[in-house]
């Protein structure tokens, strides 16, 4: 998620039910192993294709959505993000402006987003962000968190962005670049739950 139009949704696998995926059920030895598994695939009504990662994070589904859903503190581990801010916020949903430095630096784009937690599904827990307005084409994301097991997470995270480059080559390029920074993403929200992890141990352990 450093630049963003996160088209669509769906992040599960689209053939197998959240309970089917919290015992194993299509889920690589890649993914298993501590991978991340990444693809791209066409989303209608959009020259961007649609690119989805997902992986395992070693930790309790409650410390995951624990980060994902600390909408403020985005800029300390999503890459990219240059600054977050939380608008408004009741309940479970809040408008969130991010800005995030994109390809390299070649682009600065910003956007306000509504994020909302859908109802929960056990043992799947949704994000969602949609755009409300912003510099770039358009701008939607979700996170898809799952139970798997008492000591790890499922996490799948897609995005589609289209910052709505006038160039030959764009269409390609961008759809690369998501697809990287969706790997990214899993990568870095691994590193903040660990973090998190250890500051708790920390604390525990302070008289």
Same mark, same amino acid.
């Not at 690589?28 to 993914?31: L, Q």
């Not at 961007?48 to 959505?65: E, F, K, T």
């Not at 994020?115 to 929960?120: A, G, V």
């Given at each position: ?5 996160v ?9 197998t039910?959240?309970t089917?995926?919290a015992?194993?059920?299509g889920v690589?030895?890649?993914?298993r192993?501590g991978?991340i ?10 020259r ?18 624990a ?6 503190n985005?800029r ?5 993000? !240059?600054?977050?801010?939380?608008l408004?916020?009741r309940?479970n ?10 390809l ?6 910003w956007v *306000?987003m ?7 599904a056990?043992?799947t ?6 755009m409300?307005?912003?510099? !770039?084409?358009?701008?939607?994301a979700?996170?898809?968190?799952? *139970?798997?097991?008492a ?27 998501n *697809?990287k *920074?969706?790997r ?6 691994r ?5 998190h992890?250890?500051?708790?141990h920390?604390a525990s352990?302070?008289?």
């Open positions: 998620m450093r630049w963003l139009w088209c669509g949704v769906a992040l599960g696998l689209a053939s039910s959240p089917a995926l015992h194993g059920a690589s030895a890649n993914v192993g991978g598994d990444s693809h791209q695939r066409d989303e209608p009504g959009s961007i294709r649609r690119s989805r990662a997902l992986g395992l994070v070693a930790a309790p589904i409650d410390d995951v959505l980060v994902v859903s600390d909408y403020g985005y300390q581990f999503m890459p990219n993000f !240059v600054a977050t801010r939380v408004s916020q309940g949903q809040a408008l969130v402006y991010i800005q995030v430095s994109a390299d630096g070649m682009a600065t784009l *306000e509504k994020l909302r937690m859908l109802q929960p056990a043992p827990r949704v994000i969602k962000a949609t409300m307005k912003g510099n !770039v084409r358009g701008f939607a979700e996170w898809q968190v799952t *139970e798997f097991g000591k790890h997470t499922l996490v799948a995270f897609e995005l589609c962005a289209d910052p709505d480059f006038r160039l030959p080559f764009a269409n390609g390029l961008v759809s690369d670049y *697809e *920074e969706a990214s993403s899993i990568v870095a929200l590193r903040q739950v660990s973090r992890a250890a500051s708790r920390t352990r302070t008289p």
